[in-house]
């Protein structure tokens, strides 16, 4: 006689695995008005890039005699489409080439939102566990009313006096302060036409993790890499794969660290990034495969999430102006 054995269905998620490269270089994550400017715009992208990603490829074989390193390029469908895919593509895949740069996988910014009828962005908010800065009391608001995340304690509301002066003025301070603070508030979202509209920091959060190997949905990978078959790209962004390998590299997709190469009017936008990174409570099944793959190739990554993400910023020539989305 054998005994049934019941058990929540919740209690047998498994988180699989995926595969994964020593590092994931993106080059390029560029607005809709780059691209108006025409392939001469990311020719001079291209060829800025290419100096960096020898660099970049230098680098990460002092960690490993044999890196695996696999590139990606971001085209931003979210904010603003312009154009299609059929026309986009081919320009950007033509002046990578130029530069002597192969792009192995092409993301759409809007997967980062939605993949495969997939919430990732608003399953990631689910994640989000807010840093409480010290003497807090729970009187603010969490972020998941206010749509924005800080790291520390905001400047509190000010008092007036009967003439007018304000009273009782404190300064905001960063929880983990050095000295002096460093603050940040950062918007996840807004609400648009009675939809949400995630910002570009959180949307470029979303993408590191799925970069990293960390992106999980009820414990199975979320924006796998389909082969392109060749052939024209479709006129509609929305038959474009969220994610397409376009070579036959065998560097995954996915790795062990990031490195993003972009203009420096970024920089704003990917402090912002990491400030999001640090307070995302990663899957702790994906977070223990990487760490154990990682120590058995010897390439051990670091314990904080955003400092498996580095950067290079380049000066743009003529100076661009910040980047906004559109």
Not at 28 to 38: I, K, P, Q, S, T
Not at 111 to 127: G, K, N, P
Request: glycine share 6%; proline share 7%; net charge negative.
């Amino acid at each position: 006689m054998t005994e049934a054995v019941f058990r929540e269905s919740t209690a047998q998620t498994r988180t699989q695995s995926v595969p994964l490269a020593h590092l994931s270089v993106e080059l390029g994550h560029l607005y809709m008005e780059d691209f108006e400017a025409g392939p001469e715009r990311l020719g001079e992208h291209f060829a800025e890039v290419r100096v960096w990603a020898d660099a970049v490829r230098a680098s990460a074989a002092r960690r490993s005699k044999r890196p695996r390193v696999s590139t990606c390029f971001l085209i931003d469908d979210y904010f603003t489409r312009f154009s299609t895919p059929a026309e986009l593509i081919p320009m950007v895949l033509k002046e990578a080439e130029r530069a002597g740069l192969v792009i192995d996988y092409l993301a759409r910014e809007s997967a980062c939102a939605v993949a495969d009828r997939i919430e990732l962005a608003e399953s990631v908010t689910h994640r989000l566990v807010e840093s409480p800065p010290p003497g807090s009391h729970g009187s603010r608001p969490s972020v998941s009313h206010t749509g924005w995340l800080a790291n520390g304690q905001r400047t509190p509301s000010t008092r007036r006096s009967a003439l007018g002066e304000i009273k009782g003025w404190e300064p905001p301070q960063e929880t983990a302060a050095r000295n002096h603070s460093v603050f940040m508030d950062v918007e996840l979202w807004s609400e648009k036409d009675g939809r949400r509209l995630w910002s570009c920091p959180f949307l470029a959060a979303v993408w590191q993790l799925a970069r990293l190997g960390l992106l999980r949905h009820l414990g199975e990978p979320v924006l796998v890499p389909t082969p392109w078959a060749g052939g024209d790209f479709p006129h509609d962004w929305d038959r474009l794969p969220p994610l397409t390998r376009l070579t036959d590299t065998k560097a995954a997709f996915s790795a062990y660290r990031t490195c993003t190469l972009m203009p420096n009017r970024f920089l704003a936008v990917e402090d912002a990034v990491r400030l999001v990174l640090d307070q995302i409570d990663v899957d702790a099944g994906a977070l223990r495969q990487v760490a154990e793959r990682s120590a058995a190739e010897g390439v051990p990554v670091p314990a904080a999430v955003a400092q498996r993400a580095t950067y290079v910023f380049y000066e743009e020539p003529g100076g661009s102006s910040t980047a906004e989305e559109t």
